[in-house]
Structure formats: C-alpha cells, structure tokens
C-alpha cells in the first residue's frame, strides 16, 4: 500500500497558486518525495521529487517539512490544462506505489 | 522530445485468448516497466525488467503473464489466456537509470475482455 495520504479532491481558480497537501509520516531518511500526476485516461507524467530540501523546476514548487513528514506540491499560476489526479509517493525503489492521489479540479 | 510509443491504443478480445501488448520505449533507456490501471482504480505496479530479465513482479504478475525485448526496441507484454479481470489500461514505461523522476510512461493501451 502507498505510504502517503492526500485529500481526494481539491479545487482551484484558474490563475490562482494549487497547494496540493500529503502526509507521509513514516517516511525513511533514504526515500524521497515524488509526485507524479495523470491527466485524464493518459499515462503518469513525472513532476518533481526532493529529499530534505524544497525543489522549483519548470512545473512547480516542492516544499517539504523540516522533519520530512509532510509535503506540499505548489502548482503556482493553475491553468485548466492543470486538472489531473496528483499523486504524491515516497520510495527509495524504482517501481512506482501508486496511491489515490488528489483529483485537482481547476475552476475558470 | 523523445516519447515512449505503445500498440495497439485499444485491444478487444474474448476472454481466454492471448493478446500481445507492444511498447517502444525511449531508445537508450535500458529500465523497462508495465503497471496496469483497472478503470477508476490506481496504477498498479506489474513488473520490472532490466538486462533482458525480470527485476521485479508483483503479486498481479502470475504466471499467464510475460514480458520479453525481443529485437532490441521492442518491450512487450503478454497475457497467455485473458479473463474478464484483465480488463484494464496497461502503461509501458522506460528509464535510462533506475532513478524515478527519470521515469517515462507510454500513453496506454486499452484491453477490454469480453
């Protein structure tokens, strides 16, 4: 089973910052925090992942609580391309555990 | 932007049959892996391949399933008799090392099972 929990579902207004939550509490001190997300009926698309420290790519900001038991994936100008199912998962492996994820809605 | 390639989009076969899943993954990736995603579920890890062997399976892997590089491009995926339970999307994916956020998925293939 995944070792994360994130809220099922989440809305944000177009334009508007996505601050998508996830909790992983027993996190090893080897495994990073990645997130993945799928638009609908595609395959999984890599988004950004981090160990300790927060991460900015491209796509978005990952910022990650001091003592690693939390994370939130910062979307930071949400279009309606952005609706998808966002799943946060934490490893140190190279198969994918795959949980629920979050079903971001972007509203216009 | 290179892509992992996945044939056909959409397969419908009767149940007891074998079908043939086909993937071409992205050309120097040498990590190569199949998840599944029965419709409104999650993505299920299948299996692991690296060095034309299995790395790793999951309990869903059994023994009707198999999986072979036959020709050095192609990544292929085979369910010897299908049930109705095999209905599902199948994501190819490929790698270049066996680090995650280098993980790239196929857009699907789409087996119904009559």
């Known amino acids: 089973d995944a070792k994360t929990t994130q809220p099922p579902s989440m809305d944000c207004a177009e334009g508007r910052a996505a601050n998508l939550p996830c909790n992983h509490s027993t996190i090893s001190g080897n495994e990073y925090v990645y997130w993945y997300r799928q638009i609908h009926s595609q395959g999984p698309q890599y988004i950004i992942h981090?160990?300790?420290n927060n991460e900015t790519n491209e796509m978005a900001s990952l910022i990650i609580t001091e003592d690693r038991k939390s994370s939130t994936l910062i979307l930071p100008h949400a279009t309606l391309r952005d609706t998808a199912v966002y799943y946060c998962i934490v490893t140190s492996d190279d198969k994918i555990i795959f949980g629920k994820g979050t079903r971001l809605h972007i509203l216009p | 932007e290179p892509e992992v390639t996945q044939t056909p989009s959409h397969q419908v076969t009767q149940m007891g049959q074998e079908v043939i899943l086909r993937c071409v993954p992205i050309?120097?990736?040498?990590?190569f892996y199949w998840y599944r995603q029965i419709l409104g579920q999650k993505v299920e890890f299948l299996v692991s391949f690296y060095n034309n062997e299995i790395s790793e399976k999951s309990e869903i892997f059994d023994d009707q399933f198999s999986v072979e590089r036959p020709d050095g491009s192609n990544f292929t995926l085979k369910i010897r008799s299908t049930k109705l339970e095999d209905s599902a999307m199948y994501f190819c994916?490929?790698?270049?090392?066996?680090?995650?956020?280098?993980?790239?998925f196929g857009p699907g293939t789409r087996l119904l099972v009559l």
């Open positions: 994916a490929s790698s270049g090392t066996r680090n995650i956020e280098t993980q790239y």
């Open positions: 050309s120097n990736h040498l990590y």
């Open positions: 981090g160990l300790k």
